[in-house]
């Protein structure tokens, strides 16, 4: 949840002042966005979602944000579209903070999604991959491998604390895939953090995704490889092959992998499992207790890790023979 | 902020089966209410709030509060109004907890309320006091003086950890209220809680009363008491004679208060800020730091507390001189 700041209803009409977007008539801060302090607006003439940008997010990175939202939703791809001001500009200031209002995307997020919304995830996810093509701005993802050591170097010391043994394991795993890690994938404009917070449902359809504050330019495959991830493990941990076949037959129906993208997925299934692992494990060891963040335990994605590491064949993650090819 | 109780999509749709307010579209979390969970709900035919009580509300306190919301807004008082559902009844059940379904009110609650508001509040106050006769159900105000010296009780200790001197002083002070508390004022439903939170506005002009948790039968001058010490002082903990005129002109335009209101209103503004000075102390002393809970300071009712103190004659709150005679 998340509302760090505050804001007054004068500051708030000046902000909207620059926009033509009607009369205020409630705004609400709302639990949603760890990163960042979201309301929700109604106007006379629509809702909308009011986002003002803390301190964690790189300010020269919000041009490639919202301008990507704006790219995508132009190629139709359903996604939250900044509301452009009187001047032409998507960012304003609020308290003292980059803002910026964007429409607001009815739908919800499912707390438990099945097998066919793994599919229709699959098939939005490489949809946004081919609407993201032409995108003029670039952001490099510094939470891929190369950005992997150093927030290990953080939580090396302490990583013992979670798990006996996890400081040997972690240490032999990362310069497994430092060796390993693909040159040469299809790459492009990727979500890279889909989980099922961030895609809508509406009558069991999905109606959007939304929050791309993770979003930069990596391998397509690697984003399939977070969705498997964060998509097609169950509560006990153990991954769902029906799930993921799902999946994978829903991103193929609009992209289908090529074959090296198929022989790396083992690889980079184990990379985004790492990559969530190590921001979860710094959390969870940098958070002092009772504080006001909900810490996701590291071991969850420890026992992804442990999982995708015993995967001998694509075949496993329910990819058809024949596909990939 | 308040979101205790995630919920599912699904059982939020068997929730409102049993209501007759259109299909879900979407649903957030808010960050507003203390003790409850609150989402704001889009449905294809309205917004609205719907709470989860939460443990700290006894479910036998329900049938009032709803029950009240409700002879208010049948009486002309602008305040959420709960949904009947298909059965009848005001209150369902969802994960695991009692849950109401509630109108949503637009507007916006004032960070800066100037006295022209406080005039306003004043005026809404008397209405919502005359709106309350009638109300068949009952409940005793367990924050009044009766309710003091428990609380008192559990920070006793304490109390010197805040301030040097405050045990003795509170201790005092206490004895004082319980020997010289009013026995006999008009009495009847108050709102006992009614800060800056609870009172929208809209295009400036008061358009909605939230937020009945704490309501009770008690003396109804005590009620503008509670406001006084929450609409009246400044930041610096000064208080603003100016809005105190107003908030008792705007209140006594609607229902003028007798000679022995105006005389007891010295005491009761003690009273009241005695109660929230407790409430803030105890929460103060045993919230542990870095909880999920934003801290009130309680100094700044020890310094309501001993401005009330040294009043002389009711006219230093703005009282003009033969009101009330």
Redesign the interface.
């Known amino acids: 949840?998340a509302?760090y700041t505050?804001?007054?209803?004068?500051e708030l009409k000046a902000f909207l002042a620059e926009y033509d977007a009607g009369?205020?008539?409630?705004?609400?801060?709302?639990?949603?966005g760890v990163e960042n302090s979201n309301f929700?607006l109604?106007t006379d003439k629509a809702?909308y979602i009011l986002t003002l940008y803390e301190k964690r997010v790189d300010r020269n990175d919000l041009p490639f944000f919202l301008g990507l939202m704006q790219h995508l939703a132009d190629r139709g791809l359903s996604c939250p579209l900044p509301v452009a001001r009187k001047d032409g500009a998507q960012l304003g200031e609020l308290a003292g903070r980059p803002a910026a209002l964007i429409s607001?995307?009815?739908?919800?997020w499912?707390?438990?999604p099945e097998a066919r919304h793994c599919r229709d995830v699959g098939e939005a996810l490489a949809r946004m991959h081919l609407a993201g093509e032409g995108f003029a701005l670039k952001r490099r993802n510094a939470l891929s491998v190369s950005g992997w050591r150093p927030l290990w170097d953080r939580s090396e010391d302490r990583a013992d604390e979670v798990e006996t043994g996890l400081k040997a394991e972690i240490a032999t795993e990362l310069a497994h895939l430092e060796a390993h890690w693909p040159q040469d994938l299809p790459a492009g404009v990727i979500h890279a953090d889909l989980f099922p917070d961030n895609v809508?449902?509406?009558?069991d359809k999905l109606s959007g995704l939304i929050d791309f504050y993770f979003a930069c330019n990596d391998f397509l495959a690697y984003d399939l490889s977070i969705c498997l991830n964060a998509w097609c493990f169950e509560k006990d941990w153990s991954y769902n092959i029906t799930k993921g076949m799902a999946m994978i037959e829903g991103y193929q129906s609009v992209r289908p992998l090529s074959a090296a993208e198929t022989q790396a997925l083992p690889l980079l299934c184990r990379g985004s499992a790492m990559r969530f692992f190590l921001t979860r494990l710094y959390d969870w060891l940098m958070t002092?207790?009772?504080?006001?963040v909900t810490k996701k335990d590291p071991l969850e994605y420890l026992r992804k890790l442990r999982f995708h590491q015993a995967v001998v064949s694509p075949a496993e993650y329910g990819l058809m023979a024949g596909e990939g090819a």
């Open positions: 949840m509302v505050d804001i007054t209803e004068d009369n205020l008539m409630s705004y609400k801060g709302i639990a949603e929700l109604h809702p607001f995307l009815e739908g919800m499912l707390r438990k809508f449902f509406l009558d002092p207790p009772g504080a006001m």
